[in-house]
């Protein structure tokens, strides 16, 4: 089973940025997609990218292309959401979680087998 945590929120100004790392509790040697998903108070969970861990291609919801980059390192089973030139509508409760469907299709909170506990991501206008 693989259990994923995420770490690294917090407050920042508009126009900001913020790294999130997400680490998996296993090293992942099959097919696998790590996502990131964001849920703000009073919304439903909203895809913001995916990884395929195989071979590193990105994928990203419009409102975060261009500002949001998403990357792994093998060897620790890590992976990263950089988040720059950050607004205050990414204020949400940020996840991680793990997927064996491919990452080209994996856009939505039901392909997603584990998650993790969420962390915070505040920005201030």
């Known amino acids: 089973q693989v259990q994923v945590a995420e770490s690294g929120g917090g407050l920042v100004q508009a126009g900001g940025s913020l790294r999130l790392s997400c680490a998996a509790s296993v090293r992942i040697l099959n097919s696998f997609t790590m996502g990131w998903f964001r849920q703000a108070p009073g919304t439903d969970r909203e895809f913001v990218g995916a990884?395929?861990?195989?071979?590193?291609?990105?994928y990203y919801a419009d409102s975060v292309k261009g500002r949001f980059t998403i990357s792994r390192e093998n060897a620790k089973t890590t992976g990263y959401l950089q988040m720059n030139s950050l607004k205050p509508e990414d204020t949400a409760l940020y996840y991680c979680a793990a997927s064996s469907f491919r990452a080209e299709v994996a856009e939505t909170a039901m392909m997603y087998d584990y998650w993790g506990q969420g962390t915070q991501v505040t920005v201030s206008s």
């Open positions: 990884i395929d861990w195989s071979d590193g291609s990105t």
